[in-house]
């Protein structure tokens, strides 16, 4: 199997080029920037989405997109390839979640995120290639996750923000993800969307006060009263999506990803991954 990656040098792709080293898989990875060969298995090229591809090798067997899903979709509805067996892609749950925010700018995501995944079956169904679509819940993990970046600039600070919010959260890790598209590609080929999150729901107000306990020891967490939260949305005239959503529940439900990609998420620990975090 020989697999062209999209995104191999994002928070998700860092965890599954390793797998897909470990099984010696052939990969072309597509990056906007140089990357050093690291091994005989893995490529990288330059280019860039919609419109930056280069003419990419025969023989491709799998196609995994792990960056902007509207670029990928349009890319592929003109690229010039007769077939790819197994292509898969990551959304997201903003596709719903957003789908009525009072954000118009989230409003215009969500709509994007689901013209996207129709274009991208669409082109699917004419290449008669199996297609899977993950739609992710908060991805966490690595450096470059929202809430790492929260706790850096905390800990920069030695301040930090704690939100409250009885809305359910269901955090996902980027290694958990990973081992979705690995399995995606190597099991029963399925056209599926599914969603993915993580294996814990909890309210909003402990996510934060546990990115706080396990990423910014030792900051001083102090608190935001909603009105405070709004006033400055207001003022700042964004974020008035996010702080409704505080009270709405964000989860995902892994019913279907259990049953056809055998994957189970790990409970939200932030932090250093320990050693066989990954329970597969």
């Given at each position: ?76 509805v003109k690229a010039d390839i007769d077939e790819a067996p197994r292509i898969v892609a990551m959304s997201s749950m903003s596709a719903e979640s957003k789908r009525h925010s ?65 809305g359910l959260r269901q955090p996902v890790h980027a290694q958990d993800l990973a081992q979705a598209v690995l399995m995606a590609l190597e099991g029963v080929p399925a056209t ?15 996510m934060f006060a546990r990115v706080r306990r396990q990423l910014a020891p030792g900051t001083l967490g102090v608190p935001i009263p909603m009105w405070i939260l709004r006033a ?49």
């Amino acid at each position: 199997m020989r697999c062209v990656v999209f995104g191999g040098s994002g928070q998700i792709g860092h965890c599954l080029l390793p797998l897909l080293r470990a099984r010696h898989m052939p990969v072309v990875a597509v990056s906007r920037e140089h990357h050093d060969a690291i091994d005989v298995t893995t490529t990288w090229v330059r280019g860039s989405l919609p419109d930056g591809v280069p003419q990419l090798p025969a023989a491709v067997t799998a196609i995994i997109c792990l960056g902007p899903l509207d670029h990928f979709s349009q890319w592929l509805v003109k690229a010039d390839i007769d077939e790819a067996p197994r292509i898969v892609a990551m959304s997201s749950m903003s596709a719903e979640s957003k789908r009525h925010s009072p954000d118009a700018g989230e409003r215009e995501l969500a709509s994007r995120l689901r013209e996207s995944e129709q274009r991208l079956l669409q082109r699917c169904v004419e290449l008669g290639s199996a297609c899977t679509i993950l739609r992710a819940t908060l991805i966490y993990g690595g450096a470059s996750g929202s809430l790492e970046r929260l706790a850096a600039r905390a800990r920069r600070w030695r301040v930090f923000p704690l939100l409250h919010g009885k809305g359910l959260r269901q955090p996902v890790h980027a290694q958990d993800l990973a081992q979705a598209v690995l399995m995606a590609l190597e099991g029963v080929p399925a056209t599926a969307t599914l969603c993915i999150g993580g294996g814990e729901r909890l309210s909003a107000t402990h996510m934060f006060a546990r990115v706080r306990r396990q990423l910014a020891p030792g900051t001083l967490g102090v608190p935001i009263p909603m009105w405070i939260l709004r006033a400055l949305t207001v003022l700042g005239g964004r974020g008035r999506g996010m702080a409704a959503r505080l009270g709405q529940d964000l989860v995902a439900d892994n019913g279907e990803l259990v049953s056809l990609l055998g994957i189970k998420p790990r409970s939200f620990q932030p932090g250093p991954t320990r050693e066989g975090a990954n329970r597969f």
